[in-house]
């Protein structure tokens, strides 16, 4: 199963901006502004999970349904694809 991190903090810089944060990727030079969950994502995965533990995780502060599985899948992609997230 598919581990997922957040991008080396060496390589990422995040500065929060009233309710956006600021992510500066300095390995490809963008800017990226984002929105919650995206910024507390990138926190929880500091330390490699997968899908299912990030998803438990989060299942422990929030009520999520299984269906929130597939929209948080959705979210990883669009990190990952961004340079944000990485397979560990």
């Given at each position: 199963?598919?581990?997922?991190?957040?991008?080396?903090p060496?390589?990422?810089?995040?500065?929060?901006?009233?309710?956006?944060?600021?992510?500066?990727?300095?390995?490809?030079?963008?800017?990226?502004?984002?929105?919650?969950?995206?910024?507390?994502?990138?926190?929880?995965?500091?330390?490699?999970?997968?899908?299912e533990?990030?998803?438990?995780r989060?299942?422990?502060?929030?009520?999520?349904?299984?269906?929130?599985?597939?929209?948080?899948?959705?979210?990883?992609?669009?990190?990952?694809?961004?340079?944000?997230?990485?397979?560990?």
């Amino acid at each position: 199963m598919t581990r997922f991190r957040a991008a080396d903090p060496a390589t990422l810089r995040l500065v929060a901006l009233d309710d956006l944060t600021l992510a500066y990727h300095r390995a490809s030079g963008i800017t990226h502004v984002l929105a919650s969950p995206a910024p507390e994502l990138l926190a929880l995965l500091a330390e490699p999970m997968t899908l299912e533990a990030l998803f438990d995780r989060l299942a422990q502060e929030f009520e999520l349904v299984d269906c929130a599985r597939d929209a948080l899948a959705a979210r990883l992609g669009e990190l990952a694809a961004a340079g944000l997230v990485a397979a560990a």
